[in-house]
């Protein structure tokens, strides 16, 4: 084992990392370039005040087409005793002169009349089309000093501040600059940062896969952060598990890049070499992080050149030029992102000069329980909702290799460390990576799995309506619903008694509380099996076969109610099936599992058996419903959902999946007054 790995508070570790940054002149601007002004400048960041070279307007301009006249000379205008004034276009007017906005102003002129308030005159004094030649101009109302004119400098004056130094370029800071008489701007050097992934497992993006092989894929997500963040960003290609390799590597970029992310190998295990090639090429500051996901980061710093090149007595640290940071990022998706969001935002930021990257915080409430790790600052991703007034936030999939759950993810929430979890109802505080708009035309459902869901998110994108849905079974789902913790929830429980579903039920977990029941989809329940059904499963009674392994679903599920409903009718007893107690929560997992040879069948849908290739034998047929209380069924948030039940477009969607049967799709089961 490693004698490396031990996990310091986060403070702690960023606050000695900055030192030693600090300590190596590289706590500042990294560098100043100039650069034309031209779209490229998008996103850079100043590195200097940017202050006006010109006013802008340089001259007194006529802001509409009209006429310019002395304000004064229209004072006695009325509706009822209009004035006549003399146009002059020779230059040199008594009384007026055409004028098309942006023309400079006369200097005898203070104000402009716009032409649609005057009244052409021709030389006999009839009123004329023409605009441009009129002898003279009849108005039938005064104008004020300064009327439709834009006074030089109005927008900009000469030797104002027009940016600031460390301001992030958008598009009309652009058309500013430009508009206070400058061509090219100062701006801070983009850090360069190499990423290098490490680990024999790994194959390219695009590669046939193999048992045992990992895509690599994580040098993109953290290639596109780090452009994200203002730097350039280089991917090295594969090392395989080899500490003269990964020396090597590390070496030759740390002579063209300001920073060095090594991707993986920052456990404690066998080949794990982060932290050895840290210390042999520099110095290593922290070799584990208490954060979840995370802990095993590594920061450090590594000298320009190797050891046996440099003195045989180095200085605790080298001068700038000849030191760069290095942070060994975990191998785990998750795991990674966070710590490149948590370590190297904030140095690009110093490097670049700009204030870090901050997310709008609001205080969501909780769903359902989470146990943290003693000690750690925890990071749970979540998705969030806002259901009767009250914004909540549900925990996604806490696994760090579980990347859909950085897509999923509507914010972000911080479990202190010493808290060891939150309760169900209490408030946290939540970084939010959605605006408030989205967030408020989101439809909050908990409860079943179901692959039609997906498919109403999609469709329901197109309404401009985001479906968000926590998988916590159909008992869970009715649950929140009482709970008022979302707008809906999937269900399909079998009444052991009559036979009916749901309605018992909801009468049971949501007492008092009005709803209306929309049939969605009939489908198919049966047997997962392996491709061929090697194991030759028939029923239920084929899972008291000691030899077959079954994957079940969680307490609560409608499959599970399902299953036990017909083991009970059967007189089989749930001991005499192996793999009972192992619980999924989707009937995807369920087909993964058996994919996986996890276990050897499990019930679920067909569609899911479908989707990874796996043989399906059916045995039952059974009604998923939407449940949803009357206060929100009237809400024009869910409209839509109503609407596409009824379309054909989404009906046609979900009969292409197999099993599916959508002849009672938007049925009224029930509705309570």
């Known amino acids: 084992m490693s004698i490396y790995l031990h996990d310091i508070p986060l403070p702690q570790a960023q606050s000695r990392f900055q030192q030693a940054l600090a300590e190596a002149d590289l706590w500042r601007?990294?560098?100043?370039?100039?650069?034309?002004?031209?779209?490229?400048?998008?996103?850079?960041?100043?590195?200097?005040?940017?202050?006006?070279?010109?006013?802008?307007?340089?001259?007194?301009?006529?802001?509409?087409?009209?006429?310019?006249?002395?304000?004064?000379?229209?004072?006695?205008?009325?509706?009822s005793s209009p004035i006549q004034l003399s146009v002059n276009s020779e230059q040199s007017p008594t009384q007026a002169q055409y004028v098309d906005t942006g023309d400079p102003m006369p200097g005898w002129a203070n104000a402009v009349i716009p032409?649609?308030?005057?009244?052409?005159?021709?030389?006999?004094?009839?009123?004329?089309?023409?605009?441009?030649?009129?002898?003279?101009?009849?108005?039938?109302?005064?104008?004020?000093?300064?009327?439709?004119?834009?006074?030089?400098?109005?927008?900009?004056?000469?030797?104002?501040?027009?940016?600031?130094?460390?301001?992030v370029l958008r598009p009309v800071?652009?058309?500013?600059?430009?508009?206070?008489?400058?061509?090219?701007?100062?701006?801070?050097?983009?850090?360069?940062?190499a990423i290098i992934p490490t680990g024999t497992e790994l194959v390219p993006i695009g590669s046939q896969l193999e048992a045992g092989d990992i895509l690599?894929?994580?040098?993109?997500?953290?290639?596109a952060q780090i452009k994200d963040m203002g730097g350039e960003a280089t991917r090295y290609p594969i090392v395989k598990d080899d500490f003269d390799l990964?020396?090597?590597?590390?070496?030759?970029?740390?002579?063209?890049?300001?920073?060095?992310?090594?991707?993986?190998?920052?456990?404690?295990?066998?080949?794990?070499?982060?932290?050895?090639?840290?210390?042999?090429?520099?110095?290593?500051?922290?070799?584990?992080?208490?954060?979840?996901?995370?802990?095993?980061?590594?920061?450090?710093?590594?000298?320009?050149?190797?050891?046996?090149?440099?003195?045989?007595?180095?200085?605790?640290?080298?001068?700038?030029?000849?030191?760069?940071?290095?942070?060994?990022?975990?191998?785990?998706?998750?795991?990674a992102v966070l710590t490149v969001d948590i370590f190297v935002e904030p140095i690009i930021a110093k490097w670049l000069g700009r204030r870090q990257k901050e997310l709008p915080i609001e205080t969501a409430t909780f769903t359902r329980k989470l146990v943290s790790p003693a000690g750690d600052d925890d990071f749970v991703r979540v998705v969030v909702g806002k259901v009767g007034g009250k914004l909540l936030a549900a925990p996604l999939s806490r696994g760090?290799?579980?990347?859909?759950?950085?897509?999923?993810?509507?914010?972000?929430?911080?479990?202190p460390s010493g808290a060891q979890g939150i309760e169900a109802g209490e408030p946290i505080q939540v970084r939010l990576y959605r605006s408030k708009s989205e967030i408020e035309q989101t439809i909050f459902c908990i409860g079943s799995h179901d692959l039609t869901l997906d498919l109403l998110a999609q469709f329901l994108s197109e309404h401009d309506r985001r479906l968000v849905s926590a998988n916590v079974g159909?008992?869970?789902?009715?649950?929140?619903?009482?709970?008022?913790?979302?707008?809906?929830?999937?269900s399909h429980l079998l009444d052991p008694q009559s036979g009916e579903y749901n309605i018992s039920s909801i009468r049971r977990y949501m007492p008092g509380i009005p709803v209306k029941v929309v049939a969605l989809v009939g489908r198919e329940q049966g047997l997962i099996v392996k491709k061929g059904n090697p194991k030759g499963i028939i029923d239920l009674r084929s899972l008291t076969n000691s030899q077959v392994r079954f994957a079940n679903r969680q307490r609560g599920a409608g499959t599970r109610v399902l299953l036990d409903y017909h083991?009970?009718?059967?007189?089989?007893?749930?001991?005499?099936?192996?793999?009972?107690?192992?619980?999924?929560?989707?009937?995807?997992?369920?087909?993964?599992?058996?994919?996986?040879?996890?276990?050897?069948?499990?019930?679920?849908?067909a569609a899911a058996a479908q989707a990874l290739d796996l043989d399906f034998i059916p045995l039952f047929q059974e009604r998923y419903d939407l449940v949803i209380p009357k206060q929100f069924a009237d809400d024009d948030l869910l409209s839509p959902l109503f609407g596409l039940v009824a379309d054909s477009p989404f009906r046609e969607a979900v009969s292409r999946l197999t099993g599916y049967d959508v002849s009672a799709m938007g049925a009224i089961i029930l509705e309570d007054e």
């Open 567 to 605: 083991l009970n009718s059967m007189t089989i007893p749930p001991e005499s099936i192996v793999g009972y107690q192992q619980e999924e929560y989707t009937h995807l997992a369920v087909a993964a599992s058996v994919a996986s040879d996890r276990a050897d069948c499990g019930l679920g849908i």
């Open 246 to 335: 990964i020396c090597g590597q590390v070496l030759e970029a740390a002579q063209t890049h300001d920073l060095v992310l090594l991707n993986a190998g920052s456990s404690a295990g066998a080949e794990d070499f982060s932290a050895r090639v840290v210390e042999k090429l520099g110095i290593l500051l922290v070799h584990g992080v208490a954060v979840r996901p995370g802990h095993p980061v590594i920061l450090g710093l590594v000298h320009r050149k190797s050891n046996e090149e440099s003195a045989s007595s180095l200085p605790l640290v080298a001068p700038r030029n000849d030191t760069i940071p290095i942070i060994g990022v975990p191998g785990y998706p998750v795991s």
């Open 474 to 490: 159909s008992q869970g789902g009715l649950v929140a619903l009482r709970r008022g913790e979302a707008h809906l929830a999937g």
């Open 173 to 193: 800071d652009l058309g500013a600059i430009a508009a206070a008489g400058h061509h090219q701007i100062n701006v801070a050097r983009k850090p360069k940062v």
């Open 400 to 415: 760090a290799g579980v990347i859909t759950s950085l897509v999923q993810a509507d914010g972000l929430a911080l479990v």
């Open 216 to 223: 690599e894929y994580n040098s993109l997500v953290l290639a």
């Open 115 to 167: 032409i649609e308030n005057t009244e052409a005159l021709g030389e006999t004094g009839r009123i004329t089309p023409a605009v441009r030649g009129p002898s003279s101009i009849r108005i039938r109302a005064s104008v004020a000093p300064w009327s439709h004119v834009r006074p030089l400098g109005e927008d900009i004056v000469a030797t104002q501040l027009v940016l600031p130094a460390g301001h």
């Open 29 to 79: 601007l990294l560098g100043v370039g100039t650069i034309p002004l031209d779209e490229n400048a998008l996103g850079r960041v100043t590195a200097e005040p940017i202050w006006a070279k010109v006013s802008s307007p340089h001259y007194h301009a006529s802001a509409m087409d009209g006429f310019a006249v002395r304000a004064e000379e229209t004072s006695e205008a009325q509706p």
